[in-house]
């Protein structure tokens, strides 16, 4: 939805094979890392560290360019309200929503610096399923039990999945953001890289407040304009957001986290969940598999899986959950899943595999499932943005066309890697790493 964006806007890119390109239906624009180490804390307080980067590089704003921006700021805000009153917001609203309102520099300063944050498959893994974060889940579960099983009676999605991704999304509420989100989407709309984005999001916003949902100074959230306990932008939250407790609102922002949770519940089953199907599974590879069998387009049952020597990692055949692909999300060197369609339906929500397998291996934790059994290349570091773009650029040099060169590592720059490795006479597992791109130097 990303709809959550919770962290929103976090253009982090969790590197080495997998993809962290943007799905707008989500509840957010972007993916974020995960930070710091949550905190144990009582069951009834739950506060954890967030999962968004808390350090950035400083901005130094003068006085003086602080006053220009916002008389250029102020500037666009009028002609800024005849669009949206052409939208049908009303001039009380729009008087009511900007009142007070400043340009925000603190905000692009964020937005132009998210790119430099990026984070190994087990990095974001060794935070988003730490063992603070399961506890503080299964203490919320046990907090909320009544309120999460009647969620999952009347949405058909597991309360631990939902429970996954509200702790990942707001560390279970402690972390829902404190940004004016008229602010926020005004600012970002005004001086962003994405004015148009941000431009729909603020309309959007607008008519949430014109709706009732809350008022404008409750509308809270991350600097990115992702709202509640599980991160709804605006346009998201008009579309999927639901009123479970039957007040006449939607409101996500309550300390009341029901709204919020069954709005994550619905907008998971209006894109298709499978309840009792897992997102994934975790495998062993027979000696000698073809890493180019492990492709998104390429699904098996898993009983045809298994006939190849591909099985659970407890020795036995995957059970019969429906087709699914092999995924490798750091290569040949690391832990292999057999992905089912659960799997794309919490992408809708984050496109980023990291962040799909860190709410489905969360959930499992919550339900007492057992942590990841393969190793992760850990002597491996994260490409930065620039050493992507190099490899894209190299790549198609060498005739293995990438595409374009944007610093994303998705699937046609993972397709180029396979066929470079294939010419290379490599294992072709899609891995996109620094030891490959020293190859291509």
Do not use: C
């Not at 959930?363 to 499932?369: N, T, Y």
């Amino acid at each position: 939805m990303r709809l959550w964006a919770g962290a929103a806007f976090f253009g982090v890119f969790i590197t080495n094979g997998m993809t962290a390109q943007a799905v707008e239906q989500s509840p957010r624009p972007m993916i974020r890392p995960a930070g710091q180490k949550e905190i144990a804390q009582p069951a009834k307080t739950l506060v954890a560290q967030s999962l968004r980067p808390t350090v950035r590089k400083a901005v130094v704003v003068t006085r003086t360019d602080d006053v220009e921006a916002n008389r250029g700021f102020q500037d666009w805000i009028g002609g800024f309200r005849n669009r949206a009153m052409a939208e049908g917001i009303s001039a009380r609203v729009l008087d009511a929503a900007f009142d007070g309102v400043r340009y925000d520099a603190d905000v692009i300063a964020r937005d132009s610096n998210q790119s430099e944050f990026t984070k190994t498959i087990w990095q974001y893994l060794d935070s988003a399923v730490s063992d603070t974060r399961i506890a503080n889940g299964k203490a919320a579960l046990r907090e909320h039990g009544a309120r999460l099983q009647a969620i999952e009676a009347r949405y058909g999605v597991e309360k631990e999945v939902v429970t996954a991704v509200w702790g990942l999304e707001s560390a279970y509420g402690s972390f829902r953001g404190k940004n004016d989100i008229v602010t926020s989407l005004a600012t970002l709309a005004y001086d962003g890289r994405r004015g148009a984005f941000f431009e729909q999001q603020l309309i959007a916003a607008l008519k949430i407040l014109q709706n009732g949902d809350t008022s404008p100074r409750n509308m809270t959230g991350s600097w990115a304009g992702a709202m509640g306990h599980t991160q709804f932008m605006p346009t998201s939250y008009l579309d999927y957001a639901v009123d479970f407790t039957g007040d006449g609102r939607r409101d996500i922002w309550s300390d009341d986290p029901s709204d919020a949770l069954a709005s994550t519940a619905a907008y998971l089953a209006k894109f298709g969940w499978k309840k009792g199907q897992p997102w994934g599974v975790e495998v062993t590879l027979p000696r000698g598999f073809d890493f180019a069998l492990a492709d998104r387009g390429i699904t098996k049952t898993p009983g045809d899986w298994a006939r190849m020597g591909v099985r659970g990692v407890n020795g036995q055949p995957v059970p019969n959950h429906g087709k699914g692909a092999i995924l490798l999300p750091a290569g040949g060197q690391g832990a292999a899943f057999m992905i089912f369609d659960n799997f794309a339906v919490i992408e809708r929500y984050n496109s980023a595999d990291a962040y799909v397998i860190g709410i489905g291996h969360l959930s499992d934790r919550l339900k007492g499932g057992a942590p990841i059994k393969g190793d992760w290349p850990r002597g491996d570091r994260a490409l930065t943005r620039a050493e992507r773009m190099e490899m894209q650029k190299r790549l198609t040099a060498k005739g293995f066309n990438t595409q374009g060169v944007d610093g994303r590592i998705g699937p046609r720059t993972i397709s180029a890697v396979r066929s470079f490795q294939v010419a290379q006479g490599m294992a072709p597992d899609g891995y996109a790493s620094l030891r490959l791109l020293d190859r291509l130097r």
